[in-house]
Nanobody, 119 residues
């Protein structure tokens, strides 16, 4: 069994920063791509940023230059550093990991963490 747990969300003023963390634990043989998605109220879930096991990254155009994704493979953890936050970044942020365990390869999601950008 695999558990994926996000943390670090909260309320921040426009222009501020937050750092999200996502840790995977349990029966894990390998972790491949780790990614952050977000879903604003009334909108579809969208990809924010992803990082491969080798460290290659990709970002949504809306966050390029403001957000930084990184990972610590020894800790099975992915981070999202969010700077220069805007009101439109308000959403529930979800972590998704592609994990190989004894059952095979599957996608595992966290429960989400709320990020609210407001003055």
């Amino acid at each position: 069994q695999v558990q994926v747990v996000e943390s670090g969300g909260g309320l921040v003023q426009p222009g501020g920063s937050l750092r999200l963390s996502c840790a995977a634990s349990g029966s894990i043989l390998n972790i491949y791509v780790m990614a952050w998605y977000r879903q604003a109220s009334g909108k579809q879930r969208e990809l924010v940023a992803g990082i491969s096991s080798g460290g290659s990254t990709n970002y949504a155009d809306s966050v390029e230059g403001r957000f930084t994704i990184s990972r610590d493979n020894a800790k099975n953890t992915v981070y999202l550093q969010m700077d220069s936050l805007k009101s439109e970044d308000t959403a529930v942020y979800y972590c998704k990991t592609n994990i190989r365990n004894l059952l095979g390869i599957g996608a595992y999601w966290g429960q989400g963490t709320q990020v609210t950008v407001s003055s």
